[in-house]
């Protein structure tokens, strides 16, 4: 079942830049401060957290740090599918969003393993597509973590997981997001 | 006749608006919601800004560092503390007076008695 997920994500992956199937149908804007960055549709019967800028802290570092806004996608009534965006503030191209990545997989997956890296283009962006496969909270999952280059130094981390046992349809809806995804500048 | 009629007429459209009413206190939402969303809270967090050090708070001044080498040794307390010193003997073991004891095991609270 995973090799299949597998195979249908890197196939769907091909198919990017082309259009998906029309099951995300209600545009949203990520902004910053006010500025539109990009947009991207939520599929049907999916519920969006839009979250917003603000301050976390370790409590054991007493260590205060600012987190962009996080976007969260996740299918009504299953937690087996889920899909985030950011912007982080300050990471400008490509390799700094990578590294980006690097510092925020050991909290999404644990174990994660990387099963192939592709360079693509999402909405007519320059994009890195990492694959992989982990564990998160005792159950399989494949994640797919995508860097899009926005232009005047901003870039778009997403963040696709589909734990072991999801309905092979989420493919289709993750790939509609990312087939509708457009930059706002 | 009329007037049965006008009776039932009255009964049904009063039955059905008490029906619509009623319904209207029931939510139409389904699903599960927002609950615990492990994955939209780790993707709050991060270590980037630690190693890449990007002026995104511009208000704090930077931590100072910790004092190399080790810490001082601690002061001797001004009290020294007692020594160890064997426990008093205790007095012989004598028959103890007859003492109520509270019942082994209460009726928990919050609980009605029973009738008595």
């Known amino acids: 079942m995973r090799i299949q997920f597998i195979s249908a994500l890197a196939i769907c992956v091909a198919f990017w830049t082309g259009g998906g199937p029309a099951s995300a149908d209600t545009p949203v804007t990520y902004t910053d401060n006010g500025r539109a960055l990009f947009s991207f549709s939520v599929p049907d019967f999916w519920a969006l957290r839009t979250g917003g800028p603000r301050e976390i802290e370790d409590t054991e570092l007493g260590d205060p740090r600012a987190v962009a806004r996080v976007m969260g996608l996740r299918p009504v009534t299953d937690d087996s599918a889920w899909m985030g965006f950011v912007s982080p503030v300050g990471v400008a191209s490509i390799d700094d969003g990578l590294r980006y990545l690097q510092d925020i ?78 930059s706002l500048q | 006749m009329t007037r049965k009629l006008i009776k039932r007429a009255v009964l049904a459209l009063g039955l059905g608006a008490a029906s619509l009413t009623l319904s209207a206190c029931d939510g139409v939402t389904v699903g599960v919601g927002y609950g615990y969303d492990p994955f939209y809270d780790s993707m709050l967090w991060n270590d980037y800004y630690h190693d890449v050090n990007v002026d995104i708070d511009i208000d704090r001044p930077d931590r100072p560092r910790p004092p190399d080498g080790r810490p001082p040794a601690r002061p001797v307390p001004p009290i020294a503390k007692p020594p160890n010193r064997p426990p008093v003997s205790r007095p012989p073991n004598r028959p103890r007076p007859p003492v109520a004891r509270p019942p082994v095991a209460r009726p928990p609270i919050h609980r009605p008695a029973g009738r008595r």
């Open chain 1, 105 to 182: 997989d050991k909290f999404l997956v644990k174990d994660p393993t990387v099963t192939g890296t592709s360079t693509t283009r999402i909405g007519g962006l320059p994009a890195r597509v990492i694959r992989g496969t982990g564990m998160r909270e005792r159950r399989g999952v494949n994640f797919t973590a995508t860097v899009i280059d926005l232009p005047n130094g901003r870039v778009a981390v997403a963040v696709a997981i589909l734990r072991d046992g999801a309905d092979p349809a989420y493919v289709d809806d993750l790939n509609a997001v990312f087939a509708s995804f457009r």
